[in-house]
Every structure is written in structure tokens, then in C-alpha cells.
């Protein structure tokens, strides 16, 4: 009984979990060709962006120039991540 109890503890705060992560797709201007191996360019990204409060995940795409970001809205807004994506150094939607 116990356990049948923990996992759907576990499984209901895991959905609420997921409902509270938001995505932002953000366009930027990348120059190199190598971005996602480049220490200055996509390592970048991920180990500054990933370290702001309330952002879970981030992705990046050459092809399209666009960052995808997933957030939870509770702790951060889509305009505190576009201004650490632009203190970064890249364009970041309006925001350069």
C-alpha cells in the first residue's frame, strides 16, 4: 500500500512539475559555423543560460538561429532570459 501511494505521489507532482515549464523560442544572429562545439558560442549558452533561476533547459539551432529555451514561469520571464542571452554577447529577439 505504501508504495502504491509513493508512486502516485511521484507521478502527480511530476505532471505539475511539466505544466509549470514554459518554451520560448528565441532569434539570434550566430556567425560561426561551428556554434554548437564552440566554446564561446553553444557551450556558452548552455553553461550560463542553464545557471540562470528558472531556466531548465536550453537548445541551439544554426540553421534556424534560434535559441529554444524552457522555463519555469514562476521564476524567471521571457525578458530576464532574453537580457542574459544579450549580456552573452548575441542578439537575443529585439533585444541586442
Sequence with gaps: MRILFLISFMMLTSFTVNAQAQK?????????DHC???ETCGQLFEKKLIRQKGVQMVALNEKEMTITVFFNAKKTDLPTIRTAISQL???ADDVE
Design 24 to 32: 520560448a523560442v528565441i532569434k539570434t544572429t550566430i556567425t560561426c
Design 36 to 38: 554548437k562545439e564552440c
Design 89 to 91: 554577447g548575441y542578439d
